[in-house]
């Protein structure tokens, strides 16, 4: 496994819609890898293709399953890859949250999101998965998702900040 670089702004590969996938293999897989390794290293919770200047619809995402495994010291994080992902299903409820970025460092930003989502897509294998999420991990998959379709979180944040070093949210890793 290799640790990507992860671009910044202003590389217009973070602006750009990222095209579909198409070709399943052992290169693909190796991709996945490499991302969930530079997600973890970075550290973050979510990192999508472009943000690695690929623009492809990959995203990768770590966290709890359930929203109330997140209190619990035991419960471990899922890592999911999805390629291809589609929201095919959201709430009506909405919820302002505190996101940041890995290719944004520096800026939070508050962001309504939806609180539940049903995602289709694809696994590293080609087979179709559906995922259904509620709470942060909704959060993160719209986040990732917005990234595919080069959307980034400061579009759609209702405000946006530098944090101070002291106040800076060490409890919520990096989307």
């Given at each position: ?6 671009i910044t702004l ?166």
């Amino acid at each position: 496994m290799t640790l990507r670089n992860i671009i910044t702004l202003p590389n217009p590969v973070l602006k750009r819609k990222a095209r579909a996938v198409t070709k399943f293999d052992g290169s693909l897989r190796a991709l996945i890898d490499d991302m969930v390794e530079t997600m973890r290293d970075a550290p973050g919770v979510g990192l999508a293709a472009p943000q690695i200047g690929l623009s492809e619809r990959i995203a990768v995402i770590e966290y709890f399953e359930k929203e109330e495994d997140e209190e619990k010291e035991d419960a471990l994080k899922k890592v999911w890859a999805v390629i291809n992902p589609e929201i095919i299903k959201a709430s009506p409820e909405m919820v302002v949250g505190v996101e940041g970025c890995l290719s944004i460092p520096g800026l939070l930003g508050e962001v309504e999101r939806h609180v539940e989502i049903q995602v289709k897509a694809l696994n590293r294998y080609g087979t179709p998965v559906r995922i259904k999420a509620a709470g942060w991990l909704a959060r993160i998959f719209q986040h990732e998702i917005d990234h595919l379709n080069g959307v980034l979180f400061t579009e759609r944040a209702i405000r946006v900040w530098q944090p101070q070093e002291e106040t800076a949210v060490d409890a919520e890793q990096e989307v």
